[in-house]
């Protein structure tokens, strides 16, 4: 994910899905009914809220990281020359975090002294 996606829209998904779980588990509709019966249904529950709320902010903070999103190839981790070529495609990377699953999108780059491929926003 590039990162033309701005602070306070990132902070509006997160918000989003905060109220959303939130919603889950403590309804604000006095009408609605909690769900469960026990304290192991309950912390079943919470914990699966932290879960979804966790990787939302992870994927958010992931998009904003200038680092991992580069404007030049830089220079090539294999032999060294400046001649990379930034492609214009990204790849898709899935990686575990205690929390669930997280697609990162990543820069490729093929240098054109070697032929080496690689991700300049891979670190």
């Keep these: 994910m590039s990162v033309s996606t701005g602070r306070s829209e990132?902070?509006?998904?997160?918000?989003?899905?905060?109220e959303r779980v939130l919603g889950e588990v403590l309804p604000q509709d006095e009408?609605?009914?909690?769900?469960?019966?026990?304290?192991?249904?309950?912390e079943s529950q919470v914990y699966a809220a932290g879960r979804a709320f966790t990787v939302a902010m992870l994927k958010e903070r992931v998009?904003?990281?200038?680092?991992?999103?580069?404007?030049?190839?830089?220079?090539?981790?294999y032999c060294g020359s400046d001649r990379v070529r930034l492609e214009k495609?990204?790849?898709?990377?899935?990686?575990?975090?205690?929390?669930?699953?997280?697609?990162?999108?990543?820069?490729?780059?093929?240098?054109?002294?070697?032929?080496?491929?690689?991700s300049p926003s891979a670190s």
Excluded: H, K, N
């Design 63 to 77: 998009a904003l990281d200038v680092a991992a999103w580069q404007e030049g190839g830089g220079v090539c981790p």
């Design 10 to 18: 990132s902070r509006q998904r997160v918000m989003e899905t905060a």
């Design 31 to 42: 009408s609605v009914g909690l769900r469960g019966r026990t304290f192991d249904d309950f």
């Design 89 to 118: 495609e990204v790849s898709r990377r899935e990686v575990l975090s205690p929390y669930g699953p997280l697609i990162l999108e990543l820069q490729q780059c093929r240098c054109r002294a070697c032929g080496g491929s690689f």
